[in-house]
């Protein structure tokens, strides 16, 4: 399907933005979901909803069935050996926690070593701090280069053999830096350390195999993969989740309850505490059929070509200042224009129809690093064409009018 034929399926993509066709270019915050999805989650709650795992009438068996389904489903889409390997959660963030509570705590002794990037995610960088609070061990960082990008020699320099955890973002939600996890993960290993991969924003737009990675830990998001928001998914190899305690205690994660001691479920359900989010299970699973239809190859192709072109078309703005690599990079663009805020760039953006994002992007340490204090950023997907960068391009240019006496 080319980009025009995609974009019809996303019914939120036809509407006017201040008299405006809407450009969507905020879609590593979330991305837009196609009619596949919606219809998956209207059929759930008009035909099957119900609880899972516990009844025994129709419409629980069709929910449990949906809900396991999906699981599949993300196993596959990922490479994961076993469907026991696969926890949901509400997030990456949510993954990258059970991983840092549970795991880390467990293994963590004073002066052990987590390592990390200057690049991460606050998800994937507050709950290591906390982590290392707990238990006396220290953070260390790779070191950027000066475009973003870390090198393998560097990586080789900071891991040694106290390092017990590298937890490391697949791809940069502000730099679009792709990180060569695989090679990290070899690093890792060869001194004795688990590799935890942020995939937030790899999952959605490229394809993921987590046994050719051999990460140790990995984590998604539905809600950036066309899904519904409030469900993700974490994997794990399966020895190691089995070595792992719960994070969360209650219902359907328990095997046996008495009054002063209890014991857990089997994989993967002693992780998922409470009524887990069945409907969200059912909305991820038809966006990776939806995802699979296209193809992750054709995306991610379709991706790296859009980049190149807006990479192209908004170099060529004069004061404009684009941050990270100007190759291999994932599909987004993060840059600043002259001394104007990227909040008043966003602003004149969304009144043109224009929609990106303004901020910190959740990377306060790597503003720091870029010498700024936030950014503006045009994220792209598979429903995105070269009309929505020309566009961008234009409005771009309407804003260095506007605000004239703050560039050159």
Not at 78 to 102: C, K, L, M, P, W
Not at 270 to 291: H, M, N, R, S, Y
């Amino acid at each position: 399907m080319r980009p025009a034929e995609i974009r019809e399926l996303f019914p939120i993509l036809k509407q006017e933005v201040n008299g405006h066709p809407l450009v969507y270019l905020d879609s590593a915050a979330t991305s837009q979901k196609p009619i596949q999805v919606i219809e998956a989650l209207k059929h759930y709650y008009e035909w099957d909803n119900a609880n899972v795992h516990r009844g025994v009438h129709t419409l629980g068996s069709r929910a449990t069935d949906a809900y396991e389904g999906a699981r599949a489903k993300v196993a596959k889409f990922i490479g994961a050996s076993s469907e026991q390997e696969i926890i949901f959660t509400r997030g990456t963030t949510t993954a990258i926690n059970i991983v840092a509570s549970s795991y880390a705590r467990s293994i963590l002794r004073e002066g052990d070593e987590i390592v990390l990037t200057p690049m991460e995610h606050h998800s994937n960088l507050i709950p290591w701090q906390q982590a290392a609070k707990a238990t006396g061990a220290v953070l260390k960082y790779i070191p950027l280069q000066p475009d973003g990008t870390i090198l393998l020699s560097d990586v080789e320099n900071v891991i040694t053999d106290r390092t017990k955890i590298v937890s490391i973002v697949y791809v940069s939600n502000v730099l679009g830096v792709i990180n060569p996890v695989k090679e990290i993960a070899k690093i890792a290993h060869k001194h004795g350390a688990k590799i935890m991969v942020d995939g937030a924003q790899s999952t959605p737009h490229m394809k993921v195999d987590v046994q050719d990675l051999d990460c140790d830990f990995y984590g998604l998001s539905g809600h950036k993969m066309c899904g519904p928001t409030g469900i993700g998914a974490l994997y794990g190899k399966k020895a190691l989740l089995e070595s792992m305690e719960p994070v969360e205690f209650g219902g359907e994660m328990i095997d046996h309850v008495d009054l002063y001691e209890s014991t857990w479920k089997e994989l993967p359900w002693k992780f998922e505490g409470g009524t887990p989010i069945i409907a969200g299970a059912v909305g991820l699973g038809a966006a990776i059929d939806f995802l699979q239809e296209v193809g992750m190859d054709t995306i991610f192709k379709h991706d790296i070509e859009l980049t190149n072109y807006a990479m192209e078309r908004m170099t060529q703005i004069e004061d404009l200042v684009v941050y990270g690599p100007t190759h291999n990079r994932a599909g987004l663009v993060t840059f600043n224009l002259g001394d104007v805020h990227p909040h008043d760039v966003a602003t004149v953006l969304d009144a043109e129809g224009v929609a990106i994002r303004a901020g910190h992007h959740c990377a306060q340490p790597l503003m720091r690093w870029l010498e700024v204090s936030s950014t503006a950023r045009a994220s792209f997907y598979l429903y995105n064409s070269e009309e929505d960068i020309d566009r961008l391009v234009m409005a771009l240019q309407k804003t260095k009018e506007y605000f004239g006496h703050a560039i050159g």
